[in-house]
């Protein structure tokens, strides 16, 4: 049976999640029908992946676009989750190849400060508003969630700034909702862990390079045939910072001289184990108190 088989019918969604959740999703679908037409982008995690679904649900497939972004940035796994999500609900998916942006455009990405992530944003999501223009759609959307704001996002700027409608965070969905109600909806990747783009594993202000992110990005993925699937490999040029959580810390530990066999295989000289364990965003702690938060 395919994912796309599994997904469960709107009435069996409706009987599986809380009548809070419910209240929710009502409201985003009344999000959805108000926008008529849009363009989805799609990175291949669990919250763009069920507000494409949702969208398609609501407004049928012949009026939706998902779009992705393929580049330097970004793993295999993202891409191909991104393909899956789309091929899940039946909608058409468009790739968009930072390769075809000029050095220009890319430059204060690749500088990779901590507005990285603002000019990524306003870059991909530029080219969406554009491309949603050309095709006669009449908006272009996002799965920025409830909880987004209380972070380091600077990419939410970008898409303010770019009137780019946001469903699941003007629906106060927050992560859990939108796990428990992709869950319910039999999509696939409703527990797939967090996979932010490549870059990430960087501190700032070290310059982006095709090839240490292909370090990075085969790094983590032999660290995954270990066994360590959930991890993060902080390259700090020639130490090695792994982030695992602190429930595989020990299992870590057994595997000590795999991942440092592993690790030295890829260049690094140094392999150093981060005992506080994996958490999201690690590189933004060292920016200031002024910068650790931005709230729209």
Not at 120 to 148: E, M, P, T, W
Not at 157 to 172: K, N, S, T
Not at 206 to 220: N, P, T
Request: proline share 3%; net charge neutral; charged share 25%.
């Amino acid at each position: 049976m395919t994912d796309k088989e599994n997904m469960s019918d709107t009435r069996d969604v409706d009987k599986k999640i809380s009548p809070s959740l419910q209240a929710k999703l009502n409201r985003l679908r009344e999000i959805l029908r108000g926008l008529a037409s849009v363009v989805v982008g799609v990175s291949g995690g669990v919250d763009s992946s069920l507000l494409l679904a949702l969208a398609v649900e609501t407004l049928g497939k012949q009026n939706v676009l998902a779009v992705t972004a393929r580049g330097f940035m970004h793993s295999a796994s993202e891409t191909a989750a991104a393909a899956l999500a789309a091929e899940q609900v039946g909608a058409e998916l468009l790739e968009v190849d930072l390769a075809e942006f000029s050095e220009d455009s890319l430059a204060k990405i690749k500088l990779n400060q901590p507005d990285r992530c603002y000019w990524c944003k306003f870059l991909i999501f530029s080219h969406l508003a554009s491309l949603a223009s050309q095709r006669g759609y009449a908006a272009v959307a996002s799965g920025s969630n409830a909880d987004d704001p209380g972070d380091y996002r600077p990419g939410s700027r970008a898409e303010v700034e770019l009137d780019i409608a946001r469903p699941l965070l003007m629906a106060g969905m927050t992560k859990r909702d939108i796990r428990d109600l992709a869950r319910a909806m039999g999509l696939g990747m409703w527990d797939r862990p967090a996979a932010p783009c490549l870059a990430t594993r960087l501190p700032y202000g070290r310059e982006l390079s095709d090839a240490v992110l292909r370090r990075i990005e085969q790094g983590e993925a032999d660290l995954a045939r270990l066994g360590l699937a959930h991890c993060r490999l902080r390259d700090h040029d020639t130490l090695a910072r792994l982030e695992v959580p602190p429930g595989q810390l020990a299992q870590a530990f057994e595997l000590r001289e795999k991942i440092v066999q592993t690790l030295k295989a890829r260049g690094y000289t140094y392999i150093a184990l981060d005992l506080e364990g994996f958490r999201s965003g690690a590189m933004n702690e060292t920016l200031g108190k002024q910068e650790s938060g931005v709230r729209i």
